[in-house]
């Protein structure tokens, strides 16, 4: 797929689609274009995966090292609840906790913007992070460009509504933005 960097600077994009659908490979292929043509100095990456569970997650540092020439901001410890969790109390633990160190970083971010800012799964902020945050981070940039799980094969959350809340921030997101890349 050829990217054309006119299709995406200055927009707001959101990339959703399934698990292992491609949404975190198209964001690296447009990483690496926009820095190949120079605007390394103006991104920064808020990578919200967690480390890849088999098919599932995977940070965008593993799919291209243009990583390194960018702003790129990643918490030390990222859980991936739906997959690993063993009970309800324990998911909203790990979302919690995702929340809160996201939100720092999402706030930092605020405190210093780049005119372009890219997110690697967003989702797993929506489990339990505000939505107000990032609508925030998506008017401060001039371009956003963000990845989101949007499908169905994760599905399990021992009754948390975190699956329903996570959707439903992602549909309230996609009235806010230019362009929406389904995968």
Do not use: Q, W
């Amino acid at each position: 797929m050829k990217i054309k960097l006119k299709d995406f600077l200055e927009k707001k994009t959101l990339i959703l689609g399934e698990v292992g659908s491609g949404k975190t490979a198209l964001t690296a292929k447009i990483l690496e274009e926009l820095v190949n043509h120079g605007y390394g100095d103006e991104i920064t990456v808020i990578d919200m995966a967690p480390d890849k569970i088999g098919e599932i997650g995977g940070k965008l540092r593993d799919y291209t090292e243009k990583t390194r020439e960018v702003r790129y901001l990643t918490p030390p410890k990222i859980y991936a609840p739906r997959t690993t969790a063993r009970s309800p109390s324990e998911l909203l633990r790990m979302a919690k906790h995702n929340a809160d160190v996201l939100r720092k970083i999402l706030e930092d971010f605020l405190k210093n913007p780049t005119p372009i800012l890219i997110v690697n799964d967003l989702s797993i902020y929506f489990h339990a992070g505000d939505l107000e945050l990032i609508i925030e981070c998506l008017e401060i940039s001039k371009t956003f460009l963000a990845n989101s799980y949007y499908g169905r094969k994760i599905y399990e959350d021992y009754g948390t509504g975190v699956t329903e809340r996570e959707r439903n921030l992602v549909n309230r997101l996609i009235l806010r933005v230019d362009k929406v890349v389904l995968l």
